[in-house]
């Protein structure tokens, strides 16, 4: 099992372009969650799913879109990327809201 | 939203030392999560509590989750250098604007010197 993997590991982005973050779990997992980790601020929960075609809001949602259209893909939107979201963006799934999340790598987002 | 209060916020032991971890939070914790981070690298699920009191064990690290269900500590034993990086918890506080998912502390960094 490859787990959970975030494509793509790295990218720089000039202020107003966009780009699509691309997590894939292969452990059948019902949920499905975007975390962004900045310094000082911890992980900060941005979108989540709940399964195939449900989206959520977290903690940090403006600025960002999600879309579930296959149980085990989970994209992150940016639609007009801004320097403010400079950051490492990790992908998690979980079986349930009451079991472990796994996490993805990380992909570090520069935009300047 | 929840918060949790880790301490300290980083640590740096000799090779061979104990040392704790604690997770703070000001409401219940329906369950608490403890994750490590190698630095530039994704998190590592190390355990999970549910229960007040519950203490469970991996290798030289064990965690406890008090019986209010507000505190949990993380303890390592004869520290290594393969346990340096952050150390992470996160809370399920049941619903709210957040539903279900985690909310995390900002982490200890552990450094482990020879």
């Known amino acids: 099992n490859a787990g959970v993997t975030q494509t793509p590991k790295f990218r720089v982005l000039k202020t107003g372009q966009s780009m699509t973050l691309l997590c894939a779990q292969d452990m059948n997992h019902e949920y499905m969650y975007w975390y962004r980790q900045d310094p000082g601020m911890g992980l900060r929960l941005i979108h989540y799913?709940?399964?195939?075609?449900?989206?959520a809001k977290g903690e940090v949602p403006d600025g960002y879109n999600v879309s579930r259209l296959k149980k085990q893909n989970f994209l992150l939107g940016l639609e007009s990327a801004a320097p403010s979201q400079t950051s490492v963006y990790f992908c998690a799934s979980s079986y349930s809201s009451y079991n472990e999340q796994f996490f993805g790598p990380g992909t570090r987002l520069t935009v300047l | 939203s929840q918060e949790l209060e880790q301490s300290p916020q980083s640590l740096i032991v000799q090779e061979g030392k104990n040392l704790t971890i604690n997770c703070t939070s000001s409401k219940t914790l329906y369950g608490l999560y403890w994750y490590k981070q190698k630095y530039g690298e994704g998190l590592i699920f190390l355990m999970m509590?549910?229960?007040?009191?519950e203490e469970k064990s991996h290798e030289k690290i064990t965690a406890k989750l008090d019986e209010k269900k507000q505190q949990s500590s993380l303890h390592i034993t004869a520290s290594q250098p393969s346990h340096a990086g952050i150390y992470l918890c996160?809370?399920?506080?049941?619903?709210?604007?957040?539903?279900?998912?985690?909310?995390f502390g900002k982490g200890t960094s552990l450094l482990v010197t020879p």
């Open positions: 799913s709940v399964g195939e075609g449900t989206t």
């Open positions: 996160g809370a399920d506080i049941g619903y709210s604007n957040s539903g279900y998912a985690l909310n």
């Open positions: 509590l549910q229960k007040g009191g």
